[in-house]
Each structure stands twice: as structure tokens, then as C-alpha cells.
């Protein structure tokens, strides 16, 4: 089965309202930023994340991949996972689980970035 590719990102509609809510509450300047932080906290925690329940457009490829940073860095860490999908369909369920969990840690009281920045270094480190 041949999957086609996106011209669109998209999030889950949860996705897309927790996005909103992280830009709202200052967490993000623009929510292309929260999404691209979103991508590689899930890439650097090596989650394989479940397909999105449902999916609202956000962005053109191009103007959030200009140069193909995500789609390289998907295609050299997680090879596997493409086998059934395509990059950007992999990029958009990435971000919408690093963005679930951006929230809970929100929620929870503040997001501490010092402490996920430790987090990836020990893994890049075992």
C-alpha cells in the first residue's frame, strides 16, 4: 500500500486546542514553535506515537519545514516507523503527543525545560 504524502500538517482537535492554550498562556511565542518543540521532545524521548483520532489542518509543509529539518531528522531516527507511513503523517503524530504532554506538564504547574533538556542528554548519553 502506497500512502500518499501531506501537503498540510495537522494535530488531533485536542491537539490543536492545547496548542492554542500553550501559545495563549505565553509557553510559546507562535504555535509553529510549540509544534516544532513538540516534534523533537518526542523524538529525543523516542516515542512511537498512535495514530490521530481525528486531524485539523495547522500548516502548509513548506512553511513549517522550509528547509526539511523535520522531515531528515524523522527519516534518519525513525526509519522503521516509515515503513506504513510517510514523514509528515509520522511528524504530525509526534507533535500532537509531544504537545499532550507539554500540557500536562503545564497544568501540573510549569513546564520545566532545564529538566527535559537533562532528560534528552541522558538519553543521547546511555
Do not use: C
Not at 70 to 75: G, N, Q, T, Y
Not at 88 to 109: F, H, M, N, P, T
Amino acid at each position: 500500500m502506497i500512502v500518499q504524502e501531506i501537503t498540510t500538517i495537522g494535530l488531533s482537535k485536542a491537539g490543536d486546542d492545547k496548542l492554542d492554550a500553550l501559545k495563549e498562556s505565553g509557553v510559546f511565542a507562535e504555535k509553529m514553535d510549540g509544534f516544532r518543540f513538540a516534534v523533537a521532545l518526542a523524538l529525543a524521548q523516542g516515542v512511537i506515537p498512535p495514530e490521530l483520532p481525528d486531524r485539523s489542518p495547522f500548516l502548509n509543509v513548506g512553511s513549517l519545514d522550509r528547509d526539511h529539518t523535520l522531515r531528515d531528522a524523522v527519516e534518519m531516527l525513525m526509519p522503521e516507523q516509515l515503513r506504513d507511513t510517510t514523514p509528515y503523517r509520522l511528524i504530525e503524530r509526534l507533535a500532537d503527543w509531544g504537545v499532550s504532554e507539554l500540557d500536562a506538564q503545564s497544568k501540573a504547574g510549569e513546564i520545566d525545560f532545564a529538566a527535559l533538556f537533562d532528560q534528552v542528554a541522558a538519553k543521547v548519553s546511555s
